[in-house]
C-alpha cells in the first residue's frame, strides 16, 4: 500500500484542489487589496498579513504541495489570537472574524487526503477535526463563562411612594398614555408576579381592522397604547380610526371613523393613543360628560363621547377643530399629530409633527392650549413671537420653521405645568440660519404655564442641534429624595443616552451636569457650540466607536465597514455634519430613548429603561448634487409620496445649501448587516436615587435577523433594535415588547431576566399597558408593526392574563 491516490480519483482530487487553491488565491487577493487599502487609512494590519497569507496557502493547495495546509493552519491559529486579543472571548464579536476562516479550515483539512496521499492526509484530516472540535468545545465553554451576565445589584431600599401630581390615578384604570400625566409607565396591580407569570396566556385579541393595502411596502406603524377607564378600553388605528372595547372580553363597543385620507400619512401612519377627559359638573348621562380626544394625521383634534362614539357637538364644529388654522399653506402628510394631547386644568395642549427635512420654511412648530370642553383656541406659543401668546387673528400666520413638538407632554395638575420634549427647526442638519429663540428653545424640555401658553423655564441637552437629537420621550414626574426631603421632580431621558433629573419646578438639575468641549468644525464652524451637557448622573450612551467594534457576517464584509470608519469623520458624539466625507453619528437618531420613554417603580425607586446603540453614517449632499439627484420637498416632485424607506434617507432640506443622506443604523448595502458590532439594544434598571445600574441586558433575539434581508431564525440573544417602551407594575415584572423579533417579554424587576415571552403575529413596536378587570389583571400590547423598523404589520390588540384569576 502507497501513500498515493488511486488513479481514478486522482483527476477529481486535482479539480478540488484547483477549486479550493483558488478560492483561497481569490479571497486573498479580496483581503490583500483591502487590507492595504486600510492599512494606509491607519487601520488595521491584520487584513493585509491574513491575505497574503491566504493567498499563499491558496497557491501551494493549487499546486497540490502539502504545505499550502500548513501555512492555512498557522494563518488560522494566528487569526484565532489575534480575534482574541482584539475582542476577547464576546461571541458575537468573534462571529465575523473567526467563524469564515473556520469554514475554510474544515475544507482545508477535508482535502488533505488529496495533499498527502490516504494514509497519512486522513490522520491529518482526522487529527486536524479532533483538534478543532476540542478548540470549537472549549470556546464555546470559554464564550459562555465570559458572556455571563453580571450579577445585578441589589434592588434599592424602598422609597416608599411617591405623590402623584395628576387627577388621573393608574390601578384599576389606565387613564392616560403612561398611566397618568405623570408618565410612570407604573401600576400598583400586583396579581402577575415573577412567581406566576409563566403561566400568563392570551386571553382575547381584537382587531383594529386598519391595515394597508399592500402589507410589504407601506408606511403603518400604529404605535398604539390603549386606554381603560371604567368599563371600556379606548384605542386609536395607525389611520386614527377610534374604538371602545369591553377590557374583559374585548367585544367592540363602538368606533368612529375620521376618514383619514392616505395622502395626509406623513413618515409613519402612527397614532399613539387617545385622552381621556371627564367634566365633574356635567349632569350624569349627558353628551360628552366624558369624551375620548384624539389628534388625527390630518391636524385635526376630534371629541367623541366615551359612551357613544359620537362626536362631540359642543367642541369645535361638530366635534372637530382644526389645528393646521394659522399655519399658512400646508402641503397634506407636513403637519400631524400622532401624540395624544395632555390635559391640564381642562386645558386641552397639543404639538404635532412636521414632517422633517422637507424645507426649511416649513410649517410653524407652535405649541396650541384649547379648552377642552368648547375646543375653544385659548392660547398659541409661537418662537417667533416671544411675549405673544394670543392666537393669530385672521390673515396672520405662526412662524414657520419653528421647532415642534411631536412627542409626547407631561403634566403638573398641581404647579399647572405641562413639559413640552421639543424638537429641532425645519431642517435638522443645518443651523446658520435659526433665529435666536430657535436656538435658546429647540431640543430642550420647556415647561409652560398651562394658564397663560407663557415658558415658566426651559433646559437645553443639546446646544445649536443639527444631529436630529430631538427630545423623543415624555418627562417622567417623580419624587427625587434630598436631603430636606422630597423634591417634586422630573426624569428626562435623550437620544443620546443621557438621564437628567430636574426640579419640576424650576428646571434647576438636581443631579451634577456638565458642560464637556464637544469636536468643532464640520460645514458650519462659526455655529458649533464649543462645549455640549452631559449627564454626571447617568448615561445608556456606550464609549466612543473604534475600529475593532465593526462588525460583519464574514472578514470581508468587515473589512468594508473597518474601510469605512476610516474614511468617515468621527471624534465621538457631536461630531459636526460634514459633506466632502461621511461622518459617523454615534448614537443615531433613534436613539438612546425615543418616544416609548422610561418606566418608573415609585415604590421601589427603579427607573427601567430599552434603549437602542446603533450609529448612523451620514453626509451632508450640496444643492446642485441633490437637484440632480430629484430630491424635493413633500408634494414637489415626487408626487406627494416620501416613500417608506428610512427617515433622512435623501431628505431634501429645502432652503438649506445642503440636503442629507442618513444611512441610518450604518448598514451595508450589499448584505443589509450593520456595520457595529451587537447588541444594538438593551434594557436596564438603574437606581433613581443614585443612578448607578443595577442591570443591563441585551433584548431581542436573532431571529428576523439575517445577512440579505433572510431572517435567520436563531433563537439567541443578540440585542435588537427597538421602538416603544417599558410597563412596571407593582407585582416586581416589567413588560417589554419594543424589539424587532416581534417577541412580548415579562422581565423579573429584580434581575432583569426574561421570564416569559410570547412570539406576536406582527410587530409590537408599541407600549404596552395593564389594568383590571373583574378581579383579573390584564396586560394589553398592541400587534401594529412598524415600516421603519421592518417588521410585519397588523392590526391585532392582544390581551394577557392568568388562567383561573
Known sequence: MTDSPSPSSRPLAAWTLRLLGGLLVLLGAVLTAGGLWLALLGGSLYYLLAGLGLAVAGMLIFRRQLLGLWVYVALFLATLAWAIWEVGLQGWPLVPRLVGPLVLLVLVLAAAPALAGRPTGRRIALGGLAGLAVMVLAGGVGIALASRDPAPRDLPQPVGGMAEPSVLKAGADWPAYAGTYSARHYSPLNQITPENVRQLQRFWVAHTGDLPDDLKDNKYGAETTPLKVGNALYLCSAKNVMIALDPATGRELWRYDPRVPDEWIPYTAACRGVSYHADPAAPAGAECAARIIEGTLDGRLIAVDARTGRPCSGFGRGGQVDIKVGMGPVTPGMVSVTSPPVVVRDVLVTGHQVLDGQKNDAPSGVIQGFDVRTGQQRWAWDLGRPGQTQPVGPGGMYTRGTPNMWTIASGDEALGLVYLPMGNSAVDY??????????????????????????????????????????????????????????????????????????????????????????????????????????????????????????????????????????????????????????????????????????????????????????????????????????????????????????????????????????????????GLLCKQPPYGGIRAIDLRTGRTIWDRPIGQARRNGPFGVPSMLPITIGTPNNGGPLVTAGGVAFLAATTDNVFRAIDLRTGKTLWRDVLPAGGQATPMTYEANGRQYVVIMAGGHHFMETPIGDELIAYALPGT
Not at 461621511?582 to 418616544?595: E, K
Open 430 to 671: 443645518w443651523s446658520s440660519d435659526r433665529s435666536q429663540q430657535e436656538n435658546l428653545y429647540s431640543t430642550s424640555l420647556v415647561a409652560l404655564d398651562v394658564t397663560t401658553g407663557r415658558p415658566a423655564w426651559r433646559f437645553q441637552t443639546v446646544h445649536m442641534d443639527v444631529w436630529d437629537y430631538d427630545l423623543g420621550s415624555q418627562a417622567t414626574l417623580i419624587d427625587f429624595p434630598g436631603q430636606g426631603g422630597a423634591v417634586p421632580a422630573l426624569v428626562l431621558t435623550s437620544k443620546q443616552g443621557d438621564i437628567y433629573v430636574l426640579d419640576r419646578r424650576t428646571g434647576r438639575p438636581l443631579t451634577r451636569v456638565e458642560e464637556r468641549r464637544a469636536p468643532q468644525g464640520g460645514v458650519e464652524p462659526a455655529q458649533r457650540s464649543p462645549t455640549q451637557p452631559f449627564s454626571g448622573y447617568h448615561t445608556l450612551r456606550r464609549p466612543d466607536l473604534r475600529e475593532k467594534d465593526m462588525w460583519g457576517m464574514s472578514p470581508i464584509d468587515q473589512l468594508a465597514c473597518r474601510i469605512q470608519f476610516r474614511r468617515a469623520a468621527y471624534r465621538g458624539v457631536y461630531t459636526p455634519p460634514t459633506t466632502d466625507r461621511r461622518w459617523i453619528q454615534y448614537p443615531g437618531y433613534n436613539g438612546g430613548s425615543d418616544w416609548g420613554g422610561v418606566a418608573v417603580d415609585p415604590l421601589r425607586g427603579v427607573i427601567v429603561a430599552n434603549y437602542n446603540d446603533m450609529p448612523n453614517y451620514n453626509r451632508l449632499v450640496p444643492r446642485e448634487e441633490a437637484d440632480r439627484k430629484g430630491w424635493a420637498p413633500r408634494g414637489q416632485a415626487r408626487g406627494g409620496d416620501m416613500g417608506s424607506g428610512a427617515e433622512g434617507a435623501g431628505d431634501p432640506q429645502a432652503g438649506a445649501p445642503f440636503a442629507i443622506d442618513v444611512n441610518a443604523g450604518w448598514r451595508l448595502p450589499f448584505t
